[in-house]
Every structure is written in structure tokens, then in C-alpha cells.
């Protein structure tokens, strides 16, 4: 894989991962609560693909707007940091001395890192954004970003409804429709789940059995919500 591709997933995978998961564990939880009510299986995929378009649109607004925010912020602190370095270097290259002398720095050594990243204004300012304000810049396209996060939504969301479209297609699907359904969703939360490990470094096995888990859950309480609510649809 060359470099790009690999930037490309480092940035925009996460993304990918937590807009699956969320389409998944929101579709299926609707799936369980209108099974729960004993609702049609029409009412399931009237409000499943409801949610992939309303929720899933609303996610990659959210995601959208808070990269958008951060990147805007560093930009601004960046901007405040380039003046300071023109119009007062002596205050900034103080401030330099101090980060590296509380990193252990000292003598020689101290004065050696100082002039090392003041001779370049690019790496000066970087170290000032990083070591002063805890600023690492994104360079995460806010678009992608919600792009990629809206279309994870939709396609792994769409899983727990794929056996109520199928069924529309096959008597073969019609009396177990809902079982087919969490078999589908459990092998999306797992692989999803696998990946997100991956993502983190928590280990794949591991965190496929966790969103497994939360993904159950949160059916499990829809399921049981809708049955006891069922007597009033």
C-alpha cells in the first residue's frame, strides 16, 4: 500500500468504523423494538431507513462541524504564533528554553535544542503549538470526513434490514425474518467491533465481542421496550 493510501486510512478509517458501528447498534435497535411491539415488518423498514437517512445525515453534520472547529481553532493559534515569532522571537525563543528545560534539558544541550528548532520558524512554531497549547494539526478534510462517516452509517446500517428486504422477495425469509436479522447484525457488530481493536490497538477479538456486546444490549432494551409498550400501537 503506498504512502497516500496509508494516510488516507489512518485518517478517515476511524471515521469509517465509528459511523458503522453506530449505524448498526441505531438500525438494529429499532428493528428489536418494532419486533417487540409486534409491529409489521413494514414499520421496520419504514422507520429503519428513516433513521440510516436522518441519523446517519445528522452524524456527518456533527462530524463535519467538530473536525471543521478544531481545524479552525489550530488555524487561529497558528496565526497568533507565526506573529509572535516575527514581532517578538526573544519572548518566544524564552518560551522554547522553558519546554525543553522542564523535558530535562540543560547547559550545552539546552542551549543546542534551542537553536535547533528556532533556526526553522515551520518546526518553531509547531513545537510551540504542540508543547504549549497541546495542539497536534489534523490534516482530516472535515468533508471526507463527514462523507465517510455518512456512508459508513448507511452501509453497515443497512445490514439489520437487509433480511426484511429480502423477505419482500422470498416467502423463504418471511418466518424468520428477525432471526436472520440479528444473525446478520451480530456478524457486522463483531467484524466492525474487530476492526475499531485494530483502529485503537485494543486488540481485534477483544473489542469484537465488546461492541457484540453493546450492540446486544442495546437491542435487548429496545426489544423489551417495545413489548411492553406493544398495547399501544
Same mark, same amino acid.
Given at each position: 500500500?503506498? =504512502? ?31 419486533? *417487540? ?10 422507520? &429503519? +431507513? ?5 441519523? *446517519? ?9 467538530? =473536525? ?23 519572548? /518566544? ?6 519546554? @525543553?528545560? /522542564? !523535558? &530535562?534539558?540543560? *547547559? ?18 509547531? =513545537? ?20 465517510? =462517516?455518512?456512508?459508513? @452509517? ?14 419482500? +422477495?422470498?416467502?423463504? +425469509? !418471511? ?14 457488530? @463483531? ?9 485503537? *490497538?485494543?486488540?481485534?477479538? @477483544? ?27
Amino acid at each position: 500500500m503506498s =504512502t497516500d493510501n496509508n494516510k488516507f486510512v489512518s485518517r478517515y478509517l476511524p471515521d469509517f468504523v465509528y459511523g458503522g458501528i453506530d449505524g448498526s447498534v441505531t438500525t438494529f435497535a429499532i428493528v428489536a423494538g418494532v419486533t *417487540g411491539a409486534s409491529l409489521s415488518p413494514t414499520i421496520v423498514l419504514i422507520l &429503519g +431507513f428513516a433513521n440510516l437517512l436522518a441519523d *446517519g445525515f445528522s452524524m456527518a453534520v456533527g462530524n463535519y462541524l467538530s =473536525t471543521k472547529s478544531k481545524k479552525e481553532y489550530a488555524d487561529k493559534i497558528r496565526k497568533s504564533e507565526e506573529h509572535s515569532v516575527i514581532n517578538i522571537p526573544e519572548e /518566544e525563543t524564552e518560551e522554547i528554553r522553558e519546554i @525543553f528545560a /522542564e !523535558k &530535562g534539558f540543560s *547547559g550545552q544541550q539546552l542551549d543546542d535544542a534551542v537553536e535547533i528548532i528556532t533556526s526553522n520558524q515551520d518546526v518553531w512554531i509547531d =513545537t510551540m503549538m504542540k508543547d504549549e497549547f497541546g495542539i497536534f494539526e489534523d490534516h482530516t478534510s472535515p468533508i471526507k470526513s463527514a462523507l465517510m =462517516t455518512f456512508v459508513s @452509517f448507511n452501509l453497515i446500517g443497512f445490514i439489520p434490514l437487509l433480511a426484511y428486504v429480502l423477505s419482500y +422477495f422470498s416467502d423463504s +425469509f !418471511k418466518s424468520n425474518t428477525f432471526t436472520l436479522s440479528i444473525i446478520l447484525t451480530s456478524v457486522a457488530f @463483531f467484524i466492525v467491533g474487530s476492526v475499531k481493536g485494530q483502529v485503537v *490497538g485494543s486488540g481485534r477479538l @477483544f473489542s469484537g465481542f465488546e461492541t457484540l456486546l453493546i450492540g446486544g444490549v442495546a437491542a435487548v432494551i429496545a426489544y423489551y421496550v417495545g413489548y411492553l409498550l406493544r398495547g399501544l400501537a
